[in-house]
């Protein structure tokens, strides 16, 4: 299997079963976002380093406006779109393998967790995983310690307040609090 055949299939939203040849390319795509992570994350980097390492990372060149503060982690990499004036603070965790797009100007507050797999909720299909894409639209300002749950999309200019779980769609202009994230405005544009 190669990254563009698995990249289909969970853009598909694909069953992923444990031990499939699907599962065990995962497992094996990982190493090597594991291997650019600890690159990024291991030591003083220029921004310009760090902008060739997060492409080594997602398999293209990210944009000279992109800007990051490590550490960053991935389970895949290959499956994170990164806009142009996008900014990730530190401590941020990105399992992208169903996918993870972040829109232009972009602001992701740290330690903020995206996560695009869910479990088999069946104990005995629980190495199984179904992949759900994450998509951030234009100018989201993401607060420090969210969490985003697979399927998600978040509108443009949203903002998503500080500790929030997010569990369904943000509308666009809306700040979302809480856990279950709720709106609790919306923002003059």
């Known amino acids: ?18 031990g499939s040849p699907a599962h065990e390319f995962m497992h094996a795509a990982a190493q090597h976002a ?3 992570t600890s690159k990024i994350n291991s030591g003083y980097h220029s921004p ?14 990210v944009d000279k406006s992109f800007g990051m503060f490590p550490p960053i982690y991935s389970d895949f990499g290959k499956n994170i779109k990164i ?19 972040v829109g232009d100007g972009c602001l992701i507050g740290h330690q903020t967790v995206i996560a695009t797999l869910n479990h088999d909720l069946a104990p005995g299909g629980r190495a199984s995983m179904i992949p759900a894409k994450v998509v951030l639209g234009k100018n989201v300002w993401v607060g420090a310690h969210c969490t985003i749950l697979p ?3 978040v509108g443009d200019n949203a903002v998503i307040a500080a500790g ?26």
């Open 1 to 18: 299997m190669t990254a563009e055949e698995y990249k289909r299939m969970t853009a598909r939203g694909e069953y992923i079963a444990g």
């Open 34 to 36: 594991v291997m650019v």
């Open 83 to 101: 806009g142009k004036g996008v900014f990730i603070n530190s401590g941020c965790c990105f399992q992208d393998q169903g996918g993870i797009e």
């Open 164 to 189: 929030a779980v997010v569990t369904r769609d943000v509308p666009a202009n809306s700040v979302v609090a809480g856990v279950p994230a709720k709106v609790i405005k919306f923002i003059k544009v």
């Open 151 to 153: 399927g998600v999309t």
């Open 48 to 61: 310009e380093e760090l902008r060739a390492l997060m492409s080594e990372l997602v398999g293209y060149e």
